[in-house]
């Protein structure tokens, strides 16, 4: 039986009127869905090409999202038994403390920091920082480069925009809420430069070819993982175990390939999980 408490149900009759009490319930995982009328609630990026995007007709898809699909289905819950929300880089720790969301899968990097407030399973991807820059740039040559004036693009919240505060005072760092917003900025000649991890860069460099490139080494390494409540143990344990079983049946690759082939990224050999 999976540990995750439902945050909605579909009840019908004159007695669910009746019950104002809360609701929870648990799931058999492992095989042909969840209980009837249960819902698992799953937070991703809805503005990231390649990883986690919502798309004009309402469905989300990406690289991350297909990551969270096979562990819900491992779960036991089936496709249409999943809630989405969108889980912003500086309110993911908010939304799992909350209750919000069962798990978050997001870009995001698992660092001591976040692991006091909320648990991580995986890694699932090894990525680094790197930065993206106008197509006809040729003055910015990697992170070094910018603490010549220039104005650098972040997100509020992400583990890229506190490694430039740290390791590049210098840097004019402009954070906005999304990467959509930096991406609207870049194009528009408000900053000179995006930072965050190669792969998200490499999805908004392929959504329009010609107009950005990718500069300089990554200076990073970024473990991304799925967050979820601090203390599940159990949940983080079966989430692991579907990890696992994505990357070992082929699964992992054929999505990486899928999501992030056509932005010109080799798909990497998959991390161990972290058993911690």
């Known amino acids: 039986m999976a540990s995750i408490p439902t945050r909605r149900m579909r009840v019908v009759g004159a007695i669910a009127l009746a019950v104002a009490l809360p609701l929870a319930a648990t799931a058999c995982g492992g095989g042909g869905g969840g209980d009837e009328g249960n819902t698992i609630v799953i937070g991703t990026k809805y503005d990231q090409p390649g990883l986690g995007q919502k798309n004009p007709d309402g469905s989300v898809s990406g690289f991350d999202v297909d990551v969270a699909k096979y562990v819900a289905k491992e ?7 999943i809630e989405w929300k969108e889980a912003p880089s500086a309110q993911r720790e908010t939304l799992i403390q909350n209750d919000q969301v ?21 890694p699932y991807l090894l990525t680094g920082q790197s930065l993206l820059v106008r197509a006809d740039n040729t003055d910015i040559t990697g992170a070094a480069s910018l603490e010549n004036n220039k104005k650098l693009c972040s997100v509020s919240g992400s583990t890229p925009a506190q490694r430039i505060k740290d390791e590049y005072p210098k840097v004019q760092l402009q954070q ?3 990467y959509s917003a930096c991406i609207d900025a870049l ?17 908004y460099a392929a959504q329009t070819p010609g107009t950005f490139k990718i500069v300089g080494d990554t200076f990073s390494e970024e473990r991304y993982g799925i967050g979820l409540k601090k203390g599940d143990t159990e949940l983080r344990n079966k989430i692991n175990d579907a990890i696992e079983k994505m990357e070992s049946s082929g699964a992992w690759k054929e999505a990486f390939d899928k999501n992030l082939g056509p932005a010109g990224i080799q798909a990497p050999t998959p991390p161990p999980v972290d058993r911690y």
Do not use: H, P
């Open 75 to 81: 779960l036991g819950y089936n496709e249409d038994q």
């Open 102 to 122: 069962d798990f978050i899968a997001a870009t995001y990097s698992i660092t001591d920091a976040r692991k006091e407030k909320v648990d991580f399973a995986g």
């Open 176 to 178: 906005f809420d999304t």
């Open 187 to 203: 194009k528009n000649g408000v900053i000179d430069a995006v930072t965050t991890d190669e792969v998200i860069l490499a999805g």
